[in-house]
């Protein structure tokens, strides 16, 4: 909870450093810029990786997201399907790949930090995000769910006119908490357990109309 309180505050931060640069006036070193649209909706094929009871875990998948959208912001819900699969200890055997899948859902708001643009129909943007959410595994015959906090940025070339589309390039770190039943998920209830906190991270190329 503190470095979800933590990354709040450094976006508002951010935000109320920035105020004047909404109003498009000469205080802003990038003049005026196009605002996001107001309504968004958006796909994201991306790749993961992160860690559950010491052992790497990556996957592929696609999520989908709704964003509600007003200048320099965007806040959006986001949720998606991912394969799973690891390496894990198990009776008989010193390693065993396990496999199954992921699901993730969240909120999160995304902040719009520089744009150029070289003509009145398109640009580039950069924008910052962060998202809170929780992830469920389901692999062979064990489950888990975990909260978890993703911080990030990302680059993307948006249309301003129709059919306004914009293509994305997301990047991501995850951080996610780690208990006893992470532990046993991934070595089947044989080895001891481990507690603390785990990273990971999650990338991937995106489109919103």
């Known amino acids: 909870m503190r470095v979800l309180a933590l990354a709040c505050a450094l976006l508002a931060a951010t935000s109320i450093a920035h105020a004047d640069d909404d109003d498009g006036d000469g205080d802003d070193e990038d003049g005026a810029f196009v605002a996001l649209p107001t ?3 958006g796909i994201l094929l991306a ?3 992160t860690r559950i009871g010491g052992h790497s875990e990556t996957g592929f998948g696609s999520s989908l997201e709704l964003a509600l959208g007003g200048g320099r912001w965007q806040y959006f819900v986001e949720g998606g399907i991912a394969t799973s699969g690891m390496n894990a200890r198990t009776t008989g ?6 496999g199954g899948r992921m ?7 995304r902040w719009l930090a520089r744009q150029f643009r070289p003509n009145s129909r398109h640009g580039v943007e950069l924008y910052l995000l962060s998202r809170a959410g929780f992830e469920r595994f389901d692999l062979e ?3 888990l769910t975990r ?3 993703a911080l990030g940025f990302g680059l993307q070339v948006r249309m301003f006119k129709r059919p306004r589309l914009a293509i994305r390039l997301d990047a991501r770190v995850l951080y996610t908490p ?3 039943d992470d532990a046993l998920v991934a070595c089947s209830g044989n080895c001891a357990a481990e507690a603390g906190s785990s990273t990971g991270f999650a990338t991937g190329l995106g489109f919103a109309w």
């Open 39 to 41: 309504y968004s909706i």
């Open 147 to 149: 909260p978890e906090l």
């Open 103 to 109: 699901m993730h859902a969240g909120v999160g708001a």
């Open 178 to 180: 780690s208990d006893p």
């Open 47 to 49: 790749g993961h990786g």
């Open 141 to 143: 015959d064990t489950r």
């Open 93 to 98: 055997a010193p390693q065993m790949y396990v």
